[in-house]
C-alpha cells in the first residue's frame, strides 16, 4: 500500500471518511465566519473593528469554562459511548447540568459587577460590554449537548448544529449591522443565533440516550471526571491566553487607529488558525477511544500534524508571498502598518496550529506536563508583551517565540511519552 512519511493513506481515508460531514460543515462554517468578519472589517471603521476584535477575544478568553466543559464531556461520553452504555451517559451529563446551571447564573452575576472596570480597561462602552456578558452566559449551556454529540460521535448531528449556528450568526449580525447598528449589532447577532443554536442542539441528542434506563455497568467516581476538568481547564486556559491576549493588550497599550491595524492583519492569522480546527474536533473522540481500548493512539496525532501543516503551511506560503493582494481581497484596506505584519501573523499562528495538536493528544492520554509548559508559555508572552511593545512588531515577535517554544517542547515530550 503506498506509504507516506511512513503513515499508510489508508489512514488518511478513514479520518476524512469518520469525520467527512463535519468537514463539510467546517467550509460552510469557515466560510460564514470568513463572510462575517469581511463584513465587519468592511462595514466597520478601523476603530469600531477594533474594538469588535477585542470583545472576540476576550469572549474566546472567558469562554474557556465552554472550552473545558466540552473537552471533558466529549472525553468521559466518548468512553461511556465505546461500552455502549447510555445510562452512564445520561447520569453523567444531568449530574453536570445542574451544577453549570447554577454556576452560569452566579457568573453573569460577577460580569456584570466588574462590567464598569473591564470597560474602562479596554476603553469600551459598557453596554458592548454587558451584551457580552450575555453571549457568555448563553454559551455556557452549549458544550453539554455538542459534548454528548461529539463524544457520541454524531458527527451528522453536530454539522448539523455547526450550520444552523454558522448562518444565523452571519445573517442576524450582519443584518443588524447593515442598518446601522454596528459593534452592538454584531454582539446582539452573535447572541441571538447562539440561543436558537442551542435550543435545537437539545433536539439532537440521539434517543438511545434521553430513553436510557437501569443502572450503568461502568460505575465513574464523579471526582476523577473533577480532576481531569483541571488539568483541561488549565491546557485550555494557556491556549485561550496566548491566541487571543496579544489582541487585548494592544488595545490597551496602543492607540485604537494601531489596535485597528493590528486587528486588520490579524484577520490573516485568523484564517491561518482556524483551518485545521476541525482536524482537533474529529480526532480528540477518536484518541479518547482509542485509550479507553487501550490502542495506539500515536498514529492519529502524526495525522493530525501532518494535515494541520499541510493546511497552514500551504497557506502562510501564498499570505507572505502577497500579503497585500490577501488584505485587499479580505479587507479591502491596504494599510502598510497592516500589511507589514501579515508574515508574522503567519508563522506564529502556524506554529500555534501545531502545538493545539499536541495539546489535545496529551488531554486523551491523560499526559499532563505539556499542560504546564502551555501555561509557562502564556505568562511568558503576557510578560513580553508588557515589557516590550515598542511597535506593533514587536508584539509578534513576541508571539512567534512562545509558539516556536511551544513545538519544540511539544515533540519533546512527545518523545518522553513514547519512551514511558
Not at 7 to 21: D, H, P, R, S, Y
Request: hydrophobic share 60%; glycine share 6%; with cysteine.
Amino acid at each position: 500500500m503506498l506509504q507516506f512519511n511512513g503513515l499508510k493513506i489508508k489512514g488518511f481515508k478513514e479520518l476524512i471518511q469518520a469525520g467527512g460531514i463535519l468537514f463539510l460543515a467546517s467550509i460552510f462554517a469557515n466560510i460564514c465566519f470568513l463572510l462575517f468578519w469581511l463584513f465587519m472589517v468592511r462595514r466597520l471603521s478601523s476603530v469600531e473593528y477594533g474594538v469588535l476584535n477585542t470583545l472576540f477575544s476576550l469572549l474566546m478568553i472567558l469562554l474557556l469554562p465552554t472550552s473545558t466543559i466540552q473537552t471533558v464531556i466529549t472525553k468521559f461520553v466518548s468512553q461511556f459511548y465505546a461500552l455502549r452504555d447510555f445510562v452512564g451517559i445520561k447520569y453523567f451529563t444531568i449530574h453536570f447540568a445542574k451544577r453549570i446551571s447554577l454556576a452560569d447564573v452566579l457568573f453573569l452575576a460577577l460580569f456584570i459587577i466588574i462590567s464598569p472596570a473591564l470597560g474602562s480597561f479596554l476603553k469600551i462602552p459598557i453596554n458592548l460590554i454587558i451584551v457580552t456578558g450575555i453571549i457568555l452566559f448563553i454559551s455556557i449551556i452549549s458544550p453539554l449537548t455538542l459534548g454528548i454529540l461529539q463524544g457520541a460521535q454524531r458527527f451528522l448531528s453536530l454539522s448539523v448544529n455547526i450550520i444552523i449556528g454558522s448562518f444565523l450568526r452571519l445573517i442576524l449580525a450582519v443584518s443588524l449591522v447593515f442598518v446601522g447598528f454596528k459593534v452592538m449589532g454584531a454582539l446582539v447577532g452573535v447572541a441571538l443565533s447562539t440561543g436558537l443554536a442551542l435550543i435545537i442542539s437539545f433536539f439532537q441528542i440521539p434517543q438511545e440516550i434521553l430513553e436510557a434506563r437501569g443502572n450503568s455497568s461502568k460505575q465513574i467516581r464523579i471526582d476523577s471526571v473533577y480532576q481531569y476538568s483541571l488539568p483541561v481547564f488549565f491546557s485550555l486556559l494557556g491556549w485561550l491566553v496566548l491566541t487571543n491576549i496579544d489582541v487585548i493588550l494592544v488595545k490597551h497599550y496602543f492607540l485604537p487607529i494601531e489596535a485597528g491595524f493590528y486587528s486588520v492583519a490579524q484577520m490573516v492569522g485568523k484564517i491561518i488558525l482556524f483551518l485545521p480546527s476541525i482536524i482537533s474536533v474529529v480526532l480528540f473522540p477518536k484518541m479518547s477511544e482509542a485509550t479507553v481500548k487501550q490502542r495506539q493512539v500515536l498514529p492519529l496525532l502524526k495525522k493530525g500534524l501532518i494535515l494541520t501543516a499541510f493546511l497552514c503551511i500551504t497557506a502562510s506560503i501564498f499570505c507572505i508571498l502577497y500579503p497585500n493582494l490577501v488584505l485587499k481581497i479580505l479587507t479591502r484596506k491596504q494599510d502598510w502598518e497592516s500589511i507589514k505584519l501579515v508574515p508574522f501573523f503567519c508563522i506564529a499562528m502556524t506554529f500555534y496550529a501545531l502545538v493545539n495538536q499536541f495539546i489535545f493528544y496529551n488531554l486523551a492520554i491523560q499526559s499532563y506536563r505539556f499542560t504546564i509548559y502551555i501555561l509557562i508559555a502564556s505568562l511568558l508572552q503576557i510578560g513580553l508583551i508588557s515589557l516590550f511593545h515598542p511597535n506593533l512588531a514587536a508584539v509578534l515577535f513576541s508571539l512567534i517565540l512562545c509558539s516556536a517554544l511551544l513545538f519544540v517542547l511539544g515533540f519533546f515530550e512527545l518523545v518522553i511519552t513514547q519512551k514511558k
